[in-house]
Nanobody, 114 residues
């Protein structure tokens, strides 16, 4: 069994920053792909950012230049640094890690509003 626990969400003003964390019960070192997804009310879940074991990253066009995905193997944690936040970034953000199987966190709410 693998559990992923997200944290770091909250309410921020436009232009603000947040860092989301995803703590894994299994070593991140052996993960094939790590990623962050988000889902806003009435919308499909979408990929925000991904990171492969080899260090390749990819981002949704809407967040390029503003968001950064990273990992800390010692802490078994995947991060999403979010800068210059916009109201349209408001969503529930989900951590996804692939070890062979596919695992999801429970999600953390990010609300960007003035």
């Amino acid at each position: 069994q693998v559990q992923l626990v997200e944290s770091g969400g909250g309410l921020v003003q436009p232009g603000g920053s947040l860092r989301l964390s995803c703590a894994s019960s299994r070593s991140i070192f052996i993960a094939n792909v790590m990623g962050w997804y988000r889902q806003a009310p009435g919308k499909e879940r979408e990929l925000v950012a991904l990171l492969t074991r080899g260090g390749y990253t990819n981002y949704a066009d809407s967040v390029k230049g503003r968001f950064t995905i990273s990992r800390d193997n010692d802490k078994n944690t995947v991060y999403l640094q979010m800068n210059s936040l916009k109201p349209e970034d408001t969503a529930v953000y989900y951590c996804n890690v692939q070890f062979g199987g596919n695992y999801w966190g429970q999600g953390t709410q990010v609300t960007v509003s003035s």
